[in-house]
């Protein structure tokens, strides 16, 4: 019991670091122009279209296509980790996180990046559809599951299966809300977030990052960046890439729907 009540508390502080990375500037990816950007090197125009409206793999897109095109965003995230804005864009700047260093922040803002583009380019809805400064708790939820995934939390890559799951079983062109807030994957939310914290502080600090002045605008080492960031990159999109959702002729009648009470108790076993 004190186990589980530490990883909630733990998982509160997580969600607090990633709501402020969210709110970096150049952190949220406009689906529709990256899209468009991705895959117009590819693309017929109405190819591009449907891709927009319902996911490159309803548009037919070839698998070696989105590869390719994933691969060259992770490329260039990877080239850019070190020089995102600072947290001068973030209401209030440090003291809405306390005393989590600046640069901790910004990685996980470079994360949030890399998650939205594999995302998009294998045919998840849009994750920032309310163009507001908050970020509603699906969305939140969502990218809890994503870090997860890249941070090797093997629970969250079910979680992300099961969203994936709901997504295309119900043609769904947004997140499923009620699943990632109230419903069968919020219990597994709640786990991976705790785990991420703990995760962080023992992965990230452990490799030199808390050392760094926690000042504005401090950066990462490229040592580190290349050692954490491209293979968490590469794992998302391994993930990603193995779901149903990214396959060509996945919105059918037999698309998997969840078993509440199946989710309900592999979230309690782990």
């Not at 995102?84 to 989590?100: C, E, F, K, Q």
Request: aromatic share 4%; charged share 20%; with cysteine.
């Amino acid at each position: 019991m004190t186990e589980t009540k530490e990883i909630e508390n733990a998982g509160s502080n997580f969600t607090q670091v990633l709501d402020a990375a969210a709110k970096l500037p150049g952190v949220r990816i406009n689906r529709t122009a990256y899209l468009r950007t991705a895959l117009k090197r590819h693309c017929t125009e109405e190819q591009i279209e449907t891709a927009i409206a319902d996911g490159p793999a309803a548009a037919g897109i070839p698998l070696k296509v989105i590869t390719e095109i994933a691969n060259t965003s992770i490329a260039y995230e990877t080239s850019k980790v070190t020089g995102l804005s600072t947290l001068s864009g973030i209401p209030g700047g440090l003291a809405m996180i306390g005393t989590v260093p600046a640069d901790l922040v910004q990685y996980l803002g470079h994360m949030l990046r890399i998650a939205q583009k594999l995302a998009y380019i294998y045919s998840w809805p849009d994750l920032f559809a309310d163009a507001g400064e908050e970020i509603d708790e699906a969305t939140q939820s969502m990218l809890i599951l994503f870090v997860g995934v890249m941070f090797g939390v093997q629970m969250a890559q079910g979680g992300v299966m099961k969203v994936a799951n709901l997504v295309a079983a119900n043609v769904a062109k947004k997140l499923p809300q009620r699943a990632l807030t109230k419903g069968v994957v919020y219990p597994i939310v709640k786990k991976v977030a705790g785990h991420l914290s703990m995760k962080m502080t023992k992965n990230i600090f452990a490799s030199g990052v808390a050392k760094a002045i926690p000042i504005v605008g401090a950066v990462l080492s490229g040592g580190l960046t290349l050692s954490t960031f491209l293979p968490m990159s590469k794992r998302l999109q391994k993930h990603l890439a193995s779901l149903e959702l990214t396959k060509p002729g996945h919105r059918t009648e037999e698309a998997e729907v969840i078993d509440a009470e199946v989710i309900h108790q592999e979230a309690v076993r782990n």
